[in-house]
């Protein structure tokens, strides 16, 4: 199954997995960047330790532009 985002960003969710929860997690209940004020910039490089299949990557690659 593929799960999209308004943004254009899609997802391939695999199911009977964690897949859909970690996609909830991370984009709809922001439980990485749920601190006030915190954002991800445009400069910033990430590196996603346990990465599970690089969802909070694609976020983060989503957050900044450059």
């Known amino acids: 199954m593929v799960?999209?985002?308004?943004n254009g960003v899609e997802l391939c969710v695999r199911t009977q997995t964690y897949?859909?929860?970690?996609i909830n997690e991370v984009w709809v209940d922001r439980i990485?960047?749920?601190s006030a004020g915190?954002?991800?910039l445009d400069d910033w490089v990430v590196v996603?330790?346990?990465g599970h299949k690089g969802i909070f990557s694609?976020?983060?690659a989503s957050r900044a532009k450059g």
Do not use: P
């Open 32 to 34: 990485y960047t749920s």
């Open 58 to 60: 694609v976020f983060a």
């Open 19 to 22: 897949d859909l929860l970690i």
């Open 3 to 6: 799960h999209r985002f308004r």
């Open 48 to 50: 996603d330790v346990g």
């Open 38 to 40: 915190f954002e991800i």
